[in-house]
């Protein structure tokens, strides 16, 4: 099993680890005195709560973590495509699709999935797209069409 290792020097993020060796880690106590555990990181990513962000164009700053982000964008207007684009790396992800008003595409990095009004279409995602992970600190994210959609960000 896994478990969540929170340190103080990130409050409210933490590492998931899985321990080596037999310690039965459920019955540490405060009588226990001094032991160690040897824990294995699989990956290395610092989690945290889910938070979301609405996308108009700002600086966003993550802190020291790397997140895989979902994008959401509820359409006001038609469109024919959707663009997101990394400035930092500059990778992005689109879409082509006839979005009319009231589309909701979800674009999932961490699962590389795209659905449009809860239905999977992969078909509408262009071959160019690379999904990306938000980098530690500060980045830049563009979208268009700019004015056809409110678009979130969300990440763990």
């Known amino acids: 099993d ?6 103080d020097m990130y409050p409210g993020n933490y590492l998931m680890a899985l ?8 019955n540490v106590t405060g009588t226990d005195g001094e032991f160690e555990i040897e824990l294995t990181m699989l990956d290395p990513f610092i989690y945290g709560n889910r938070k979301e962000i609405t996308l108009i164009g700002q600086a966003i700053d993550l802190g020291p973590g790397e997140y895989w982000p979902t994008i959401t964008a509820k359409f006001t207007t038609a469109a024919s495509s959707f663009k997101v684009t990394h400035q930092e790396t500059g990778k992005f992800v ?10 909701l595409l979800v674009i999932d ?6 659905t449009i009004n809860n239905n999977v279409r992969m078909t509408a995602f262009t071959l160019k797209s690379r999904f990306f992970k938000l ?9 268009s069409p700019y004015t056809a959609a409110t678009v979130k960000l969300l990440y763990e």
């Open 19 to 26: 321990q080596e060796g037999e310690y039965e880690i459920q």
């Open 135 to 143: 980098v530690p600190f500060t980045n830049h994210l563009t979208v």
């Open 2 to 7: 896994e478990y969540k290792v929170v340190r």
């Open 109 to 114: 990095f961490n699962k590389r999935n795209v």
């Open 94 to 103: 689109e879409v082509k699709y006839g979005f009319v008003v009231g589309d």
